[in-house]
């Protein structure tokens, strides 16, 4: 059967083989997919050997999402403005296609959660490669604006310039950035895209950030709710963890494998439920 795989380092916590057994399951795929620790130095390498023994396609994790574009052959657009890929495909001519389905899985998530993006005022929080990776996604979305806000001011500055202006259609989506000291609101959608969750910390806030309506994502997720997502669900906005994110990217990168599109909602629950 066709062998894929997830690079990471480490990699044992990653819960993409088990998603794609679901997916394969479900969509009666004779293939396997097995989590490999790639070494720190060498990523081209373990890439290079796993087609070598018959591997047609890969996610990649941390680290390597940047090593990954540079081992690519054939870049797709979202990935070249992203700067980092987590899908590689071994073609059949024998070279090595990369795309990223971060942003695609996140604005399919807020979508199968019935939240508009069309005309909304966004608010990312953070400007590393997790939130870079999903921008285009979000601006082809259609949103009135989106702020992006940063620790560090510079960033989101001149992130937002990297991505403004956006032609789209009838209308330009205006794309700025600061820190936290210059956000007001408010926003009607708030993603947290900050690595702050994973030390159970919090940017800081203004109470006006969002909107009676509001809605506050997550792209982490745990067994409990994130401290942004206590924070937000406490001034009364409906809060998305980054689970349904992640079996979305993952979707994503499984019809580029196999051109069959999995049903996500049944594996998201089987997820949440072992969590
Ligand atoms: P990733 O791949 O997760 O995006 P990254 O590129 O290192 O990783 O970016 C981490 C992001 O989380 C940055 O926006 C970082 O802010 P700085 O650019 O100012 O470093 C943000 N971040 C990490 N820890 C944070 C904290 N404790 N409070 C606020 N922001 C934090």
Redo the contacts with the bound molecule.
């Keep these: 059967s066709d062998r894929y795989c997830v690079f990471g380092h480490p990699v044992g916590h990653s819960r993409s083989p088990r998603i794609h057994a679901l997916f394969a399951e479900q969509c009666g795929q004779a293939m396997t997919y097995e989590a490999i620790e790639a070494p720190r130095e060498d990523f081209a390498g373990a890439w290079h050997a796993f087609v070598a023994a018959g591997g047609c396609g890969a996610n990649v994790t941390?680290p390597f999402k940047e090593e990954g574009y540079r081992v690519a052959d054939v870049l797709s657009q979202r990935a070249r403005r992203a700067g980092a890929v987590n899908t590689l495909i071994h073609g059949r001519d024998g070279r090595t296609y990369a795309d990223t389905t971060d942003g695609v899985g996140l604005v399919r998530d807020l979508e199968a959660h019935g939240v508009t993006l069309d005309g909304a005022r966004i608010l990312v929080l953070?400007?590393?490669?997790?939130?870079r990776g999903v921008l285009d996604p979000l601006l082809a979305a259609g949103p009135q604006s989106l702020h992006i806000a940063?620790?560090?001011a510079e960033?989101a500055v001149s992130l937002a310039a990297d991505f403004h202006p956006q032609e789209r259609g009838q209308h330009q989506t205006r794309v700025t950035g600061s820190g936290y000291d210059a956000l007001e609101g408010p926003f009607d959608v708030v993603i947290n895209?900050?690595?702050?969750s994973l030390?159970g910390?919090l940017?800081p806030l203004p109470e006006t950030l969002l909107a009676a309506d509001g809605v506050a994502y997550d792209m982490m997720y745990a067994a409990d709710p994130t401290v942004f997502l206590q924070w937000a669900s406490a001034r009364g906005a409906r809060t998305i963890d980054g689970l349904g994110m992640l079996v979305e990217q993952a979707a994503e990168s499984f019809f580029l494998w196999r051109h069959v599109r999995p049903d996500t909602a049944p594996v998201r629950d089987t997820l949440r439920r072992e969590l």
């Design positions: 941390v953070g400007a590393g490669g997790a939130v940063n620790r560090t960033k895209g900050t690595s702050a030390g910390e940017p």
